[in-house]
């Protein structure tokens, strides 16, 4: 399998450009429009536009970070808090939170983020009989 590498647009690979591209920051400074349910000094919570299961959430430090900026920061603990709180609220049965890091994880937006998935049975995270 041959990741995007060259084939994705300038804008993805020069990090001088990409935050006014970033579709996350433009929620952030208030120039798209998002369902918010949580905004905080340093973390946003919103709707995620997929409705792949009912409860959809990103839970989104305001500042740009890669995946691996935010997981190697002290910001972490504060966004995963926060992130744990919402899918108490809005996921009073269970909630899972996810980070997928990189293409081969399904990574789609460079803006770090914690998803926060729930509002029916969830069933298995991987199915190993894929694998082995």
């Not at 591209?21 to 433009?26: E, K, S, V």
């Not at 108490?88 to 980070?99: A, D, K, M, T």
Request: charged fraction near 20%; include cysteine; glycine fraction near 8%.
């Amino acid at each position: 399998m041959r990741s995007p590498g060259a084939a994705w647009p300038a804008w993805k690979v020069l990090p001088i450009t990409f935050e006014r591209y970033c579709i996350f920051c433009r929620i952030i400074a208030g120039e798209a429009p998002a369902d918010v349910l949580h905004d905080s000094e340093r973390v946003i919570v919103f709707r995620n536009q997929l409705r792949w299961v009912p409860v959809m959430l990103l839970a989104v430090p305001k500042e740009h970070l890669t995946q691996a900026q935010l997981w190697e920061s002290d910001l972490l603990a504060e966004v995963g808090r926060v992130a744990s709180e919402v899918g108490r609220e809005h996921c009073p049965n269970g909630y899972r939170l996810v980070s997928n890091a990189g293409w081969e994880a399904k990574q789609s937006q460079e803006h770090a983020h914690i998803h926060v998935l729930g509002g029916t049975f969830l069933g298995d995270y991987v199915n190993p009989g894929n694998w082995w």
